[in-house]
């Protein structure tokens, strides 16, 4: 399933005092139960329950901390397999809440998470990443610029979601994952799949299913495989323009994929799963964000069971764009109203951490400039 190469051996986690380096152990967020059976084939089945439990639903850190277990049981856990697939290297938090987690995998590669509060009451969201940085290189995306480093594993997107809500007190437990983080979730569909799976599974992340969101750059194939999904997740589809000549300019893939190829990908979807999709438009400052491209957009998506995010672009070091000024998208989104078209503004979140849509670098030089609180440091030095 998972299309990393794991390294035979990595050095032990900085979590662990041992100095020998330690033999690669899957994770346990990846493992099936038959798997776990499997494993422990001389324990019962309670015993298997009480480890998913302690890893899916309490706040233990580690085997060690599930208390129900026998220590001999948390001991040959913790030889046999990781708890987590990741480990925290850095947090951020802003003045509005959000945080952003800077984790790194077993072979070093570095991505991010974002918690965000929620609008209304106190549940967060959960934005996940799907890859290591991303290869669509859209021109006003921080990550973009950084290319792909790899697919990220089930177990890492699963990990992510569950080292968030188990640093959450349960008033600011997550219920919601956007895949709005790093990457493009659908050039990385088999993980992601198997990471929606145990993220709805009422026995793992126990999310309901419409309170997951994937967001694409907008890949036909891959909306079309996830009509074939069971679970009635929602679907974001990036589209930031409503020509194709200027979205060209903003997406390289739509070199390749018109509109009408997207759109046709879209209503197909729309009409086989009944559902509404949304559609993110980044405000661009004298790019996108006229009247006129407000009328064309309305007549792109005209009929269809949809919603337009208009995202103001945020900003990152050496961007070329500028977000429009506050009335200018205003303006844009009373176009797309007055033509029937549901549409909302994304109130920006997390900017002075670098936490924003389109801000996610895992970037060492951000980092150390705007790192407001940090937990342990990536390389102690
Ligand atoms: N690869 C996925 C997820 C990307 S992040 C996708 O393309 O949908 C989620 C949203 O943030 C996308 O719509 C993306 O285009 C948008 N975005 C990227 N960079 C941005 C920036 N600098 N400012 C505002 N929105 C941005």
């Not at 208390?67 to 948390?74: D, M």
């Not at 060209?248 to 086989?272: D, E, F, G």
Request: proline share 5%; with cysteine.
């Amino acid at each position: 399933m998972t299309t990393e190469a794991v390294p035979e051996t990595v050095t032990a986690e900085s979590s662990t005092d041992e100095d020998s380096p330690r033999t690669y152990r899957p994770a346990v967020s990846a493992i099936s139960d038959s798997a776990l059976a499997d494993l422990l084939p001389d324990e019962l089945r309670y015993r298997r329950d009480q480890i998913r439990r302690g890893v899916f639903g309490g706040d233990a850190q580690g085997f060690d901390q599930i208390t129900p277990l026998p220590r001999r049981l948390r001991e040959r856990l913790d030889a046999t397999l990781a708890f987590s697939s990741i480990s925290p290297a850095r947090v951020r938090i802003a003045d509005d809440g959000t945080r952003a987690f800077l984790f790194q995998a077993a072979d070093g590669t570095i991505f991010e998470t974002v918690q965000l509060p929620s609008e209304r009451g106190s549940a967060t969201t959960v934005c996940i990443s799907s890859q290591a940085g991303c290869a669509m290189a859209c021109t006003f995306c921080a990550t973009g610029t950084l290319g792909l480093t790899r697919n990220l594993s089930m177990a890492e997107i699963v990990d992510q979601f569950l080292h968030v809500r188990r640093e959450s007190p349960g008033s600011a437990a997550p219920d919601r994952v956007v895949f709005m983080g790093m990457g493009e979730p659908l050039a990385n569909t088999a993980n992601v799949r198997d990471a929606v799976e145990a993220l709805v599974d009422p026995g793992r992340g126990g999310l309901g299913a419409r309170h997951v969101t994937v967001s694409t750059v907008g890949l036909p194939a891959g909306i079309e495989e996830l009509t074939r999904w069971p679970w009635q997740i929602g679907l974001a589809i990036s589209l930031h323009a409503a020509s194709d000549d200027i979205r060209a300019t903003l997406v390289p893939l739509a070199k390749h994929v018109n509109l009408a190829t997207l759109m046709a990908a879209s209503v197909a979807y729309q009409r086989a799963t009944r559902r509404r999709v949304s559609y993110e438009y980044t405000m661009l400052r004298d790019v996108n964000d006229q009247v006129a491209q407000a009328r064309d957009l309305a007549r792109l998506v005209d009929g269809q069971t949809c919603h337009v995010n208009l995202i103001p672009f945020n900003p990152f070091p050496g961007s070329v764009y500028e977000a429009p000024a506050a009335g200018t998208t205003r303006r844009f989104r009373d176009e797309l109203l007055r033509r029937g078209v549901a549409a909302t503004i994304r109130r920006t979140r997390g900017r002075e951490i670098a936490g924003a849509c389109g801000q996610l670098r895992a970037d060492g030089a951000v980092w150390r400039r705007r790192s407001q609180s940090m937990a342990t440091p990536l390389h102690a030095s």
